[in-house]
């Protein structure tokens, strides 16, 4: 049995440079189709929707969703970043969703290192952009004057291993819960679906990553601007 | 020793189960959480809905390490970087970027 990322297309640009569609990359297109398609979609039915009415079935559902997480971002961020809360929406919906797709047995595309990583990146850059625009001075300062300059490398790898740990996190939890799936279906006469488990390591476990992600991306952004 | 490389697997792979070990602490730390969430609802039940939310992130958050213990056992086992003909390069970086790295991933 092997856990490797399976490569469709390799197209050689250079001896070094070579560009890969892999399994991963086929998920995502699956994941941002979804997403597109759903996001479509309520915008078409929301043409419809009267503000004055009460909201009922679908509308209900998805005003819940946004009205939800609007709350859950106000408690947990400070209102400097209040203007943040549509980006961190996606990010968690995106990362659920990812997550979610491995029910349906495809490969969750947030079980490779290379589709956390940039992710974690975005929200490393979302956190220096916001601690750059709120507050410079004090921001550069505190990376690089903080408590004095020879401290400045420390601080600086203290900064860099923010993305590293956030992306390892989500990286290690699919991974560890794709190979213990995947260990269970290879039992011999293995006829039962092991539910328990897909309910574990498929639902609850992905949707806390995405919004333990989510709300460290959210904290390190705070933290940035204040 | 007659094959240098065969020893280098065993190695590796009695090195993955040692760093698998670091999962012992994790439950502990799990529980901890646990159980303060609930002495805190038991406290203040009306409060119920923002202890569970963070007891969740924090339940995820002490599940970091045996995440690590768990990544550097995969790593040992699928893409041991011992094996590769990188393998002195490889073990001379890893060594000084970890000796750098380490302290600040906690």
């Given at each position: 049995?092997?856990?490797?990322?399976?490569?469709?297309?390799?197209?050689?640009?250079?001896?070094?440079?070579?560009?890969?569609?892999?399994?991963?990359?086929?998920n995502t297109w699956i994941v941002m189709a979804l997403l597109l398609i759903l996001a479509?979609?309520?915008?078409?039915?929301?043409?419809?929707?009267?503000?004055?009415?009460?909201?009922?079935?679908?509308?209900?559902?998805?005003?819940?969703c946004?009205?939800?997480?609007?709350?859950?971002?106000?408690?947990?961020?400070?209102?400097?970043?209040?203007?943040?809360?549509?980006?961190?929406f996606t990010l968690v919906v995106f990362i659920a969703m990812s997550n979610l797709i491995g029910i349906t047995?495809l490969?969750p595309p947030t079980?490779?290192?290379?589709m956390?990583?940039?992710l974690?990146?975005?929200?490393?850059?979302?956190?220096?952009?916001?601690?750059?625009?709120?507050?410079?001075?004090?921001?550069?300062?505190?990376?690089?004057?903080?408590?004095?300059?020879?401290?400045?490398?420390?601080?600086?790898?203290?900064?860099?291993?923010?993305?590293?740990?956030?992306?390892?996190?989500?990286?290690?939890?699919?991974?560890?819960?794709?190979?213990?799936?995947?260990?269970?279906?290879?039992?011999?006469?293995?006829?039962?679906?092991?539910?328990?488990?897909?309910?574990?390591?498929d639902i609850?476990?992905g949707i806390?990553q995405a919004?333990?992600?989510?709300?460290?991306?959210?904290?390190?952004?705070?933290?940035?601007?204040? | 020793?007659?094959?240098?490389?065969?020893?280098?697997?065993?190695?590796?792979?009695?090195?993955?189960?040692?760093?698998?070990?670091?999962?012992?602490?994790?439950?502990?730390?799990?529980?901890?959480?646990?159980?303060?969430?609930?002495?805190?609802?038991?406290?203040?039940?009306?409060?119920?809905?923002?202890?569970?939310?963070?007891?969740?992130?924090?339940?995820?958050?002490?599940?970091?390490?045996?995440?690590?213990?768990?990544?550097?056992?995969?790593?040992?086992?699928?893409?041991?970087?011992?094996?590769?003909?990188?393998?002195?390069?490889?073990?001379?970086?890893?060594?000084?970027?970890?000796?750098?790295?380490?302290?600040?991933?906690?």
């Amino acid at each position: 049995m092997s856990f490797d990322i399976s490569v469709f297309y390799s197209l050689k640009i250079s001896e070094a440079v070579e560009l890969l569609i892999t399994e991963t990359t086929r998920n995502t297109w699956i994941v941002m189709a979804l997403l597109l398609i759903l996001a479509l979609y309520v915008r078409i039915k929301s043409r419809s929707w009267d503000p004055m009415k009460k909201p009922t079935g679908f509308q209900n559902f998805i005003e819940m969703c946004v009205d939800g997480w609007e709350k859950f971002y106000r408690d947990s961020a400070n209102d400097t970043v209040a203007y943040l809360a549509p980006w961190f929406f996606t990010l968690v919906v995106f990362i659920a969703m990812s997550n979610l797709i491995g029910i349906t047995g495809l490969r969750p595309p947030t079980a490779d290192w290379g589709m956390t990583f940039p992710l974690a990146l975005s929200s490393f850059f979302v956190m220096v952009f916001v601690g750059l625009r709120h507050r410079p001075k004090d921001y550069l300062k505190g990376i690089f004057l903080e408590p004095v300059f020879v401290f400045a490398p420390l601080n600086l790898i203290g900064e860099l291993a923010k993305p590293i740990a956030l992306s390892f996190r989500l990286f290690g939890n699919l991974v560890g819960g794709m190979i213990l799936v995947s260990l269970l279906y290879a039992i011999p006469y293995m006829f039962v679906i092991p539910v328990p488990i897909h309910l574990y390591f498929d639902i609850a476990s992905g949707i806390l990553q995405a919004v333990i992600f989510t709300v460290l991306s959210v904290i390190f952004a705070g933290t940035a601007a204040e | 020793m007659q094959n240098p490389l065969a020893f280098v697997i065993a190695i590796s792979h009695i090195a993955a189960a040692i760093a698998l070990l670091n999962g012992l602490l994790v439950p502990l730390g799990q529980g901890n959480v646990a159980a303060n969430a609930v002495a805190a609802i038991g406290r203040q039940p009306e409060a119920k809905g923002t202890i569970t939310t963070t007891m969740f992130i924090g339940c995820g958050l002490a599940e970091t390490s045996g995440v690590y213990g768990l990544l550097v056992a995969m790593i040992l086992i699928f893409v041991n970087p011992l094996l590769s003909r990188y393998a002195p390069q490889f073990i001379e970086a890893g060594a000084q970027v970890g000796a750098a790295i380490l302290p600040f991933l906690g």
